[in-house]
């Protein structure tokens, strides 16, 4: 039981800091967010597994310190950031090949930030629910011509390498 909300919780907190992060990086861009901004100018996610290691390697740290304090709450966490790491991955990609698959969101936002070069709004990349409680989250019509033409692909055909 310990394990399991100690899962929830490093999923929760993974996404806080995300959203943060993100957030952080755009009010620097050339000093912090030099590599985001060239993210910005290319408008493309580097692929899931690529995506998913820098997650990794951004926070593995943090994804271990609860082994210290026990076993059980350690694997919790782990799994939890893991988990948050690789859904985060894949929801980055797919809102930038294929966003009217992000059928959790009521707007993909992390496109619409793309799409409107949002640079205060709309931080989430998996989730929306920190651009709700700290007033960054902004509804568009977001759906128009552009996604409405794009041929039908499925959740899983997008880039991964």
Excluded at 33 to 41: E, M, P
Excluded at 69 to 83: D, K, N, P, Q, V
Excluded at 105 to 122: D, L, Q, R, S
């Amino acid at each position: 039981m310990v394990a399991i909300a100690f899962f929830v919780a490093a999923f929760i907190f993974a996404s806080f800091v995300e959203y943060w992060m993100h957030r952080i990086m755009h009010l620097s861009p050339q000093k912090i967010g030099a590599r985001h901004l060239d993210h910005h100018k290319r408008n493309e996610g580097q692929g899931v597994v690529w995506e998913f290691l820098d997650y990794i390697k951004g926070s593995a740290i943090a994804m271990l310190l609860l082994f210290f304090f026990s076993l059980e709450a350690g694997i919790g966490w782990l799994l939890g950031a893991l988990a948050y790491a690789a859904f985060s991955a894949y929801a980055h990609q797919l809102q930038h090949e294929n966003p009217t698959k992000c059928f959790w969101m009521k707007m993909p936002v992390h496109y619409v930030h793309h799409k409107y070069g949002m640079w205060h709004h709309n931080f989430g990349l998996a989730v929306d629910w920190w651009d709700h409680v700290f007033g960054t989250y902004k509804l568009v019509d977001w759906m128009t011509e552009e996604e409405l033409s794009r041929p039908e692909r499925g959740y899983l055909q997008l880039r991964w390498w």
